[in-house]
């Protein structure tokens, strides 16, 4: 700083207010201070900076898993939000792990961050109570923990999975299999149990056998419906609580020889661009990811700014293509 008012031929103290976004002395002090920055190639210390104002412009979003497109899209709107006022994001992949998730917490905690934005990996709420004691401000994601004392985003699909059920049944699907979520996250939880009341009230209860929980990945839900396909008393449809699972069901079925909707009918939780695409289009329940992640930057920041912003509650909704068919027809 002294070598760049040394070029302008200003004081530091006129270099300080330029940085700050304070007014200089006159227009023409303010550029000669913006040219020596520029020709020296001066950049602000960061750290230094948060020493003295004990903001860094920053924080931090802890996500479940990186690979899974959900959360991608999600963190690009968070990013995109964030960047709009004035902060950048740090951000840190749990990969569904509580323990990856516990470190990095305590490592955006040590960046010193100026907030924290997390989609919980389970019910677990150790890391939280860590950060409830800095009184660093955090937002929960997604998901929710029991216990929380802090602005949540979230979507509801009652509503979406309601409406799926009474389709399935329309089709005349008689028999479904549903790929469940975690039982220790809230979502996991959560959409089987509406789902579940959702067909019980149209007298297609689910069958204890025909419940497969998985962990949100591939993997899991290719096992999940080899399984369930392996049933003397197989499904007419399946329905997967997330993107993931639900494309390594579709893997698993056509690996099996079977035909959607054919022989089997399928829907996924959650939408991605490309599943139009498919042969058949997959059915699903769409979530407003954009406006979950832009909803979350935004009550962050007004956390930071020692507002108190209410807990956000957006709706899924089913987009029916052709994945489902009509029981028993190709």
């Given at each position: 700083?002294?070598?760049?008012?040394?070029?302008a031929?200003?004081?530091?103290?006129?270099v300080?207010?330029v940085?700050?976004?304070?007014?200089?002395?006159?227009?023409?002090?303010?550029?000669?201070?913006?040219?020596a920055?520029?020709?020296l190639?001066?950049?602000?210390?960061?750290l230094?900076?948060?020493?003295?104002?004990?903001?860094?412009?920053?924080f931090?979003?802890?996500?479940?898993?990186?690979?899974?497109?959900f959360?991608?899209?999600i963190?690009r709107?968070?990013?995109?939000?964030a960047?709009?006022h004035?902060?950048?994001?740090?951000?840190?992949?749990?990969?569904?792990?509580?323990?990856?998730q516990?470190?990095?917490?305590r490592?955006?905690?040590?960046?010193?961050?100026?907030?924290?934005?997390?989609c919980?990996?389970?019910d677990?709420?150790e890391?939280?109570?860590?950060?409830?004691?800095?009184?660093?401000?955090?937002v929960?994601?997604?998901?929710?923990?029991?216990?929380?004392?802090c602005?949540?985003?979230r979507?509801?699909?009652?509503?979406?999975?309601?409406d799926?059920?009474?389709?399935?049944?329309?089709?005349?699907h008689?028999?479904?299999?549903?790929?469940?979520?975690?039982?220790?996250?809230?979502?996991?939880?959560?959409?089987?149990?509406?789902?579940?009341?959702a067909?019980?009230?149209?007298g297609?209860p689910?069958?204890?056998?025909?419940?497969v929980h998985?962990?949100?990945?591939?993997?899991?839900?290719?096992q999940?419906?080899?399984?369930?396909?392996g049933?003397p008393d197989?499904?007419?449809?399946?329905?997967?609580?997330?993107?993931?699972?639900?494309?390594?069901?579709?893997?698993?079925?056509?690996?099996?020889?079977?035909?959607v909707?054919g022989?089997?009918?399928i829907?996924?939780?959650?939408?991605?661009?490309?599943?139009?695409?498919l042969?058949?289009p997959?059915t699903?329940?769409a979530?407003?990811?954009?406006?979950?992640?832009?909803?979350a930057?935004?009550?962050?920041?007004?956390?930071?700014a020692?507002?108190?912003?209410?807990?956000?509650?957006?709706?899924?909704r089913?987009?029916?293509?052709?994945?489902?068919?009509?029981?028993?027809?190709?």
């Open positions: 700083m002294k070598d760049v008012a040394s070029h031929g200003v004081s530091t103290a006129t300080s207010r940085l700050n976004g304070h007014a200089a002395p006159t227009q023409e002090t303010r550029a000669r201070v913006l040219a920055i520029e020709e190639g001066y950049r602000p210390n960061a230094a900076r948060s020493l003295r104002t004990t903001a860094t412009k920053t931090g979003l802890v996500i479940s898993d990186l690979v899974n497109p959360f991608a899209e963190a709107a968070v990013e995109q939000e960047r709009a004035g902060y950048c994001v740090v951000l840190a992949n749990a990969d569904e792990s509580a323990e990856q516990t470190t990095y917490v490592t955006l905690l040590d960046r010193r961050v100026d907030g924290l934005l997390v919980p990996a389970t677990d709420a890391w939280m109570d860590e950060v409830v004691a800095t009184g660093l401000p955090l929960l994601l997604d998901r929710s923990v029991p216990g929380a004392d602005p949540v985003i979507v509801d699909g009652a509503g979406a999975l309601a799926l059920a009474a389709s399935l049944v329309g089709a005349g008689e028999r479904v299999g549903v790929i469940a979520g975690p039982s220790d996250t809230s979502t996991g939880r959560e959409r089987l149990a509406q789902f579940g009341s067909l019980a009230e149209l297609r689910v069958h204890p056998e025909h419940v998985g962990d949100f990945r591939w993997e899991s839900g290719a999940a419906a080899a399984k369930l396909m049933l197989r499904p007419t449809a399946l329905v997967a609580m997330d993107n993931l699972m639900g494309l390594g069901a579709l893997e698993q079925v056509r690996a099996l020889g079977l035909s909707p022989d089997v009918g829907a996924v939780y959650d939408d991605q661009p490309w599943f139009p695409l042969d058949p997959l699903v329940i979530q407003p990811t954009v406006e979950m992640g832009r909803a930057a935004r009550c962050l920041i007004a956390l930071i020692d507002e108190q912003p209410p807990d956000v509650r957006l709706t899924a089913l987009v029916e293509r052709g994945s489902c068919g009509e029981a028993g027809r190709g």
